[in-house]
């Protein structure tokens, strides 16, 4: 069982167990403000505040570790634009569902390079489009990099909190994530249980083989939904969170990473409701919890959190937040880190 006591004394909150204070995740960096996973936006995140860069990984075809959100880019670069590239579109079989695009197995690293990306949700956040063009696809070296230099400018410790995407599939087309992802953090000093670095994935069986195959033993978080069952796995996420299922995920993970509707739920008119037994059942076993994903558009926030403004305007997402650190989670993956700084120092306020 890996040592995640140290951990969870340095990176939990101020709760019963009498830990430290929550942490604030970056998601795919500060993506409420900067296209998601550029160096710009993991950059941004960390200098509002964010104590982890939070990269979800994939793999190129000469099996480099690449951060995008899925394999599939069409959605996050200018892939669709470029005639070089016109007959790489295709349709594959990912994870049991037909997807059709351009993906970056199919791609070199040197090719993939030559790619810019672009906002993935224009639509909400406008203002990122003005950004599209400007970045490359960073490769989690290059994450590894920039966290190397930001926590000596910064002088504080930046954490990364990297995620294996469909390790499954990637496995099957003999480009493991595996392997490569333990072999960056042994090199850079972060393969240890009090290292600033979380691993994440849906897949149980992703996180089991890390730890009992590749020896990684850097802390790691089953992700889980709020339906339905990890790829492959004949368990479902309601298993893995009953309290049996908690106890059996705390013999390698050091916590869990739920949707934040599982935490607490929306009541059926939209209001958020009270908090379940998640958080309880999960401190008990010793595993820490932070949910996902904060933004602070209306048309994301719990309906008596929205304000007038529109979808995309900025609701109470302040006081969202600190209605989680109340029901005792650990951390908060948030599109906006500043507002998950300022939720936390709210919160913390509170409890002194």
Same mark, same amino acid.
């Given at each position: ?17 009498? &830990?430290?204070?929550? $942490? ?8 409420? &403000? ?19 860069? @939070? +990269? ?26 470029? +005639? ?46 003005? &950004? ?26 930046? #954490?990364? /909190? +990297? ?10 087309? #003999?480009?493991?994530?595996?392997? %490569?992802? $333990? ?12 290292? +600033? =670095? *979380? =691993? ?39 298993? /893995? ?6 106890? @059996? ?12 509707? !599982? ?11 009270? %908090? ?23 048309? *994301?926030? %719990?309906?008596?959190? =929205? ?13 969202? !937040? ?19 700084? $300022? ?10």
């Amino acid at each position: 069982m890996p040592d995640s006591t140290v951990l969870l004394r340095q990176y939990a909150p101020t709760t019963p167990q009498g &830990y430290g204070r929550p $942490v604030v995740i970056g998601h795919r960096g500060a993506s409420g &403000y900067r296209p998601e996973h550029t160096l710009a936006s993991y950059e941004l995140a960390a200098r509002m505040g964010a104590d982890f860069m @939070e +990269p979800d990984l994939v793999a190129t075809s000469d099996g480099v570790l690449v951060a995008r959100h899925e394999p599939e880019i069409s959605g996050t670069t200018d892939v669709a634009s470029r +005639p070089e590239f016109a007959d790489r579109r295709r349709t594959v079989l990912l994870d049991g569902e037909s997807a059709t695009g351009w993906f970056t197995h199919d791609f070199t690293l040197a090719e993939l390079k030559t790619l810019r990306v672009v906002e993935r949700l224009p639509g909400v956040r406008q203002q990122n489009t003005l &950004y599209d063009g400007m970045f490359e696809v960073p490769t989690f070296q290059e994450i590894l990099d920039l966290r190397t230099r930001l926590t000596a400018e910064l002088d504080r410790e930046i #954490g990364v /909190y +990297p995620e294996t995407k469909h390790p499954t599939y990637f496995r099957e087309l #003999g480009l493991e994530l595996e392997g %490569p992802l $333990v072999r960056a953090l042994r090199e850079a000093g972060l393969d240890r249980p009090d290292a +600033p =670095v *979380f =691993v994440q994935s849906f897949e149980a069986y992703n996180l089991r083989e890390m730890y009992s195959d590749h020896g990684l033993r850097a802390p790691m978080i089953f992700l889980t939904c709020s339906s339905g069952t990890p790829y492959d796995d004949p368990r479902g996420y309601a298993e /893995y969170t009953s309290p049996a299922g908690l106890r @059996e995920l705390a013999r390698f993970a050091a916590g869990i990473g739920p949707h934040k509707s !599982q935490v607490i739920p929306c009541l059926s008119d939209g209001t958020l409701g009270t %908090p379940t037994s998640l958080v309880a059942d999960a401190h008990a076993v010793g595993l820490a919890v932070h949910p996902y994903t904060f933004r602070a558009e209306n048309q *994301f926030l %719990p309906a008596d959190y =929205v304000v007038e403004g529109g979808p995309n305007a900025f609701g109470r997402a302040i006081d969202e !937040q600190v209605a989680f650190l109340r029901a005792g989670v650990d951390g908060l993956f948030t599109d906006q880190a500043d507002i998950g700084v $300022v939720a936390r120092a709210n919160f913390l306020a509170t409890t002194d």
